[in-house]
């Protein structure tokens, strides 16, 4: 080979060995790009991820100071319903009272024979017939 091939030679391999570094160039920047879209896009997702998490504790706290409150409710209802059961066995003892004090004075009353008991409600469910 003359030295015009040669040179021409060298030219086709540096012109080729240039192509190769040219493509390699071109493929690492798609790649960087599309890892670049990729990130933004996994980013974008762990924004949305957190945001909805963000949503579920806030509605997990608000559940809780929900059952917290129903908790207080149901002590506060428990405590008046004591206080009304106290209140009507006040009722029920002073109502007794009474009557053991109308039994006391009453000269009409034979105090042997009859003794003072609840007064029966007929309300007119009796179950048992007359016989």
Do not use: C, W
Not at 41 to 65: C, G, M, T, V
Not at 102 to 114: F, K, Q, Y
């Amino acid at each position: 080979m003359d030295a015009t091939g040669i040179t021409i030679l060298i030219i086709a391999v540096l012109v080729v060995i240039a192509i190769v570094i040219v493509a390699s160039v071109m493929v690492r920047r798609r790649k960087e790009e599309s890892n670049r879209r990729k990130a933004t896009e996994i980013r974008q997702s762990a924004q949305d991820d957190a945001l909805a998490a963000r949503e579920r504790e806030a509605k997990a706290a608000r559940a809780s100071a929900d059952a917290k409150q129903a908790e207080v409710d149901a002590e506060r209802l428990r405590r008046e319903a004591a206080a009304r059961n106290d209140d009507a066995q006040a009722a029920r003892v002073r109502a007794d009272e009474q009557l053991n004090e109308a039994d006391r004075i009453d000269p009409d009353l034979d105090r042997e024979s009859e003794k003072h008991q609840a007064p029966v409600i007929d309300d007119g469910r009796n179950t048992n017939p007359p016989r």
